[in-house]
């Protein structure tokens, strides 16, 4: 060993270097070929964990970030779903609702000549309510009866109003009123699922 070493460094200096270069060299070859390259594949794998890793991490801070956004969000949209549900009586209190229209025309003065729920209208989700009314009084006595009627906090449409009839007892005009109160309500499932296949069966009819 040691006249191996002593009949290098007898060498010249540029062939010491070229020889010098070339065991760094092998030992490069030979660290790649016996332990880099066997394992490539499972570095290209653990990079792309890595990279997987750091998208998800920065998905969930983000979702983190605008967390107290979306639950405001999501509060906005939850009030006015309760706000168009109390706005739309379901089957069940249609009786009472339209009791509490009869009631405000009589509050106001009003004489109820005709007070008629019609058939039901179903339209996608919900149903048209139409009820014919008839009432006599005076053009105040009407006018607050509309007037109370806008105040439900139902949705209720008054429409295809006539006046007639107009007399005049003890100096005041008493008119006949006709018109068509509607309300509305939700369907249940039931009845959205009749009204689709009902919907589907003209289209095939046609």
């Given at each position: 060993?040691?006249?191996l070493?002593?009949?290098?460094?007898?060498?010249?200096?540029?062939?010491?270097?070229?020889?010098?270069?070339g065991?760094?060299?092998?030992?490069?070859?030979?660290?790649?070929?016996?332990?880099?390259?066997?394992?490539?594949?499972?570095?290209?794998?653990?990079?792309?964990?890595?990279?997987e890793?750091?998208?998800e991490?920065d998905?969930?801070?983000?979702?983190?970030?605008?967390?107290?956004?979306?639950?405001?969000?999501v509060?906005?949209?939850?009030?006015?779903?309760?706000?168009a549900?109390?706005?739309?009586?379901?089957?069940?209190?249609?009786?009472?609702?339209?009791?509490?229209?009869?009631?405000?025309?009589?509050?106001?003065?009003?004489?109820?000549?005709?007070?008629?729920?019609?058939?039901?209208?179903?339209?996608?989700?919900?149903?048209?309510?139409?009820?014919?009314?008839?009432?006599?009084?005076?053009?105040?006595?009407?006018?607050?009866f509309?007037?109370?009627?806008?105040r439900?906090?139902?949705?209720?449409?008054?429409?295809?109003?006539?006046?007639?009839?107009?007399?005049?007892?003890d100096?005041?005009?008493?008119?006949?009123?006709?018109?068509?109160?509607?309300?509305?309500?939700?369907?249940?499932?039931?009845?959205?699922?009749?009204?689709?296949?009902?919907?589907?069966?003209?289209?095939?009819?046609?």
């Amino acid at each position: 060993m040691n006249a191996l070493l002593a009949r290098i460094f007898d060498l010249p200096a540029r062939q010491r270097v070229l020889l010098l270069v070339g065991v760094v060299g092998a030992l490069f070859l030979s660290y790649a070929y016996f332990l880099y390259w066997p394992r490539s594949e499972e570095i290209e794998t653990k990079q792309a964990q890595i990279e997987e890793m750091i998208r998800e991490r920065d998905k969930k801070a983000a979702m983190a970030a605008n967390l107290d956004q979306m639950r405001k969000i999501v509060a906005d949209l939850d009030a006015a779903l309760k706000q168009a549900v109390a706005q739309l009586p379901d089957t069940k209190e249609i009786p009472d609702l339209l009791s509490s229209v009869s009631t405000i025309g009589r509050e106001a003065g009003l004489e109820v000549v005709k007070f008629k729920q019609r058939d039901e209208q179903m339209i996608d989700f919900y149903a048209e309510v139409p009820v014919e009314v008839l009432v006599r009084g005076s053009f105040h006595q009407i006018a607050a009866f509309f007037d109370q009627v806008s105040r439900l906090t139902r949705i209720v449409n008054v429409s295809d109003i006539i006046m007639k009839t107009p007399t005049a007892p003890d100096h005041e005009v008493i008119l006949d009123v006709a018109c068509t109160v509607t309300t509305f309500r939700f369907l249940d499932e039931a009845e959205r699922e009749r009204v689709q296949k009902e919907r589907d069966a003209k289209k095939g009819a046609r």
